[in-house]
């Protein structure tokens, strides 16, 4: 069996003696214009190039879990396509969104920056009650995420294609309920995959209807968020703020208004980072899955687009 490992951005020699150790049976190797023909195919952002040359590939496996830039491409018509499922990305989006909300809800933020003009003030405390949040995509980690925040006692709020019934989340779905999930949100995290049905619904629009003061936790991909909307939100004080790890253009460039707004928390594409040994073991499991003809969980449905 040969593995082909094409992902730009990433030091390859960790990953291909991860795969050699896993897969001892495999010929594992870097892929170069004009290599050999394979079998699976590890990726992220590849030329189309790597794909104009490999249309036998059985199957291809995503070292994220986000596949919208890997379908824009033409890939092999009958590759198998596979995201990670996890691979222990869900704790650290829960920890990133528990982590801005929580920071927000309490005003960490505001006491931070007394403190350091040497101001001892304290605030209010505010009804969790008054900060139902909301989770658009309730997936491997929009459900991680929705299960962390509940046992913080927020009210959680969720919305999906399909209906769900979990444990301390309202469950809403498709377009027909998107408004009443909204109406009932204060913050709202997007941990929706970027497909043509969601680029864009973080708008004027939509945004409008959270409750007063709401906030906005994007962490799914920037073209979901339609920024001009989110700044006229914030300057009009409608809403009281963002976090933001994802952004249309990445690195977000040097220019970019969203480095001035002061009501804007940026980082930099790291909610939940790629681990891995973690995913490395998850792949080779799912390759030998296939091999045996058995399916493997994290199938991307291109048609759907996630
Ligand atoms: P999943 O595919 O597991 O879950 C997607 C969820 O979104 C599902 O609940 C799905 O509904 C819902 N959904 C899809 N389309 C729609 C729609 N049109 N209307 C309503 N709901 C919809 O994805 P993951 O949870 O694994 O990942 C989510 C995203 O997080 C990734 O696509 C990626 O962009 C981003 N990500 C960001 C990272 C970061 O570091 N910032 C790291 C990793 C991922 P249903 O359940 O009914 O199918
Ligand atoms: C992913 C990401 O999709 O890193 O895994 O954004």
């Given at each position: 069996m040969r593995i082909a490992f094409c992902c730009t951005g990433t030091e390859p020699e960790p990953w291909l003696a991860g795969l050699r150790a896993a897969l001892p049976q495999a010929q594992v190797a870097l892929w170069q214009p004009g290599a050999g023909r394979a079998d699976y195919a590890l990726v992220w952002a590849p030329p189309q190039q790597f794909f104009d040359e490999q249309p036998q590939l059985k199957g291809v496996f995503a070292?994220?879990?986000?596949v919208d830039a890997l379908l824009k491409l033409r890939l092999p018509p009958n590759a198998t396509v596979v995201r990670l499922d996890?691979?222990?990305?869900a704790v650290q989006m829960a920890e990133y969104v528990c982590h801005a909300v929580i920071r927000h809800f309490r005003e960490f933020d505001v006491y931070e920056a007394e403190t350091r003009q040497g101001h001892w003030t304290s605030h209010k405390p505010r009804k969790r009650a008054d900060f139902p949040v909301g989770v658009m995509g309730l997936g491997v980690l929009g459900q991680r995420v929705a299960r962390a925040l509940s046992q913080f006692e927020f009210p959680v709020n969720g919305w999906s294609r399909s209906p769900k019934a979990l444990d301390g989340v309202r469950s809403f779905s498709g377009p027909a309920q998107l408004d009443d999930f909204l109406a009932a949100s204060r913050v709202l995290v997007n941990l929706l995959p970027l497909t043509l049905d969601t680029q864009?619904?973080?708008n004027l629009a939509t945004l409008s209807r959270?409750?007063?003061?709401g906030y906005v936790i994007n962490?799914?991909?920037?073209?979901?968020?339609v920024d001009e909307d989110l700044l006229a939100l914030l300057d009009s004080g409608q809403l009281a703020g963002a976090t933001l790890d994802?952004?249309?253009?990445?690195?977000?460039?040097?220019?970019?208004p969203f480095w001035r707004q002061p009501k804007i928390t940026i980082t930099p594409h790291t909610a939940a980072r790629t681990l891995r040994a973690t995913s490395i073991a998850q792949i080779a499991g799912k390759i030998e899955a296939l091999e045996r003809g058995e399916s493997v969980v994290g199938r991307v449905d291109r048609g759907r687009g996630y």
């Amino acid at each position: 069996m040969r593995i082909a490992f094409c992902c730009t951005g990433t030091e390859p020699e960790p990953w291909l003696a991860g795969l050699r150790a896993a897969l001892p049976q495999a010929q594992v190797a870097l892929w170069q214009p004009g290599a050999g023909r394979a079998d699976y195919a590890l990726v992220w952002a590849p030329p189309q190039q790597f794909f104009d040359e490999q249309p036998q590939l059985k199957g291809v496996f995503a070292i994220g879990a986000g596949v919208d830039a890997l379908l824009k491409l033409r890939l092999p018509p009958n590759a198998t396509v596979v995201r990670l499922d996890d691979a222990g990305m869900a704790v650290q989006m829960a920890e990133y969104v528990c982590h801005a909300v929580i920071r927000h809800f309490r005003e960490f933020d505001v006491y931070e920056a007394e403190t350091r003009q040497g101001h001892w003030t304290s605030h209010k405390p505010r009804k969790r009650a008054d900060f139902p949040v909301g989770v658009m995509g309730l997936g491997v980690l929009g459900q991680r995420v929705a299960r962390a925040l509940s046992q913080f006692e927020f009210p959680v709020n969720g919305w999906s294609r399909s209906p769900k019934a979990l444990d301390g989340v309202r469950s809403f779905s498709g377009p027909a309920q998107l408004d009443d999930f909204l109406a009932a949100s204060r913050v709202l995290v997007n941990l929706l995959p970027l497909t043509l049905d969601t680029q864009g619904i973080m708008n004027l629009a939509t945004l409008s209807r959270l409750r007063p003061g709401g906030y906005v936790i994007n962490v799914a991909r920037g073209a979901h968020l339609v920024d001009e909307d989110l700044l006229a939100l914030l300057d009009s004080g409608q809403l009281a703020g963002a976090t933001l790890d994802v952004f249309r253009v990445e690195p977000l460039p040097p220019d970019h208004p969203f480095w001035r707004q002061p009501k804007i928390t940026i980082t930099p594409h790291t909610a939940a980072r790629t681990l891995r040994a973690t995913s490395i073991a998850q792949i080779a499991g799912k390759i030998e899955a296939l091999e045996r003809g058995e399916s493997v969980v994290g199938r991307v449905d291109r048609g759907r687009g996630y």
